[in-house]
């Protein structure tokens, strides 16, 4: 099963918490063992995996990627300006991969699935492909 979670992110750089939405697909698709993929289909967003229970854990993710990735320096600044969404989004990669049993994510306690907008706010579309 395949489908489509649209959002609409609110800032320049923010981590938003997909999780519910993609264990619900999970749960629609009826898969009791296998894989969830979620992938994002845009050159300047990421998905990450990450502890959702302390918001200081996003903050930190937000902060690390501007003192790694400082804005106005890069090549591909000269065509779009956003050089550093560019490699923000390409150190933290397009999807990840979780494995389901019994019918749910198999996440640990602490750990959600996250987009990570790294050149807001936009219209973002993320892939959810859950297969037994
Ligand atoms: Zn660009």
Redesign the pocket.
Known sequence: MQEIIRTRTRKKLEVLDLTPRVADVVTRSGVGEGLCTVFVRH??AAIVINENADPGVRADIVAALDKLFPEGMWE?DK?????A??LKAAFLGPSETVPVGGGRLLLGTWQGIALVEC?GPREREIVVDVRG
């Open positions: 050159a300047t591909h065509v779009d300006d956003n050089g969404a560019h050149d």
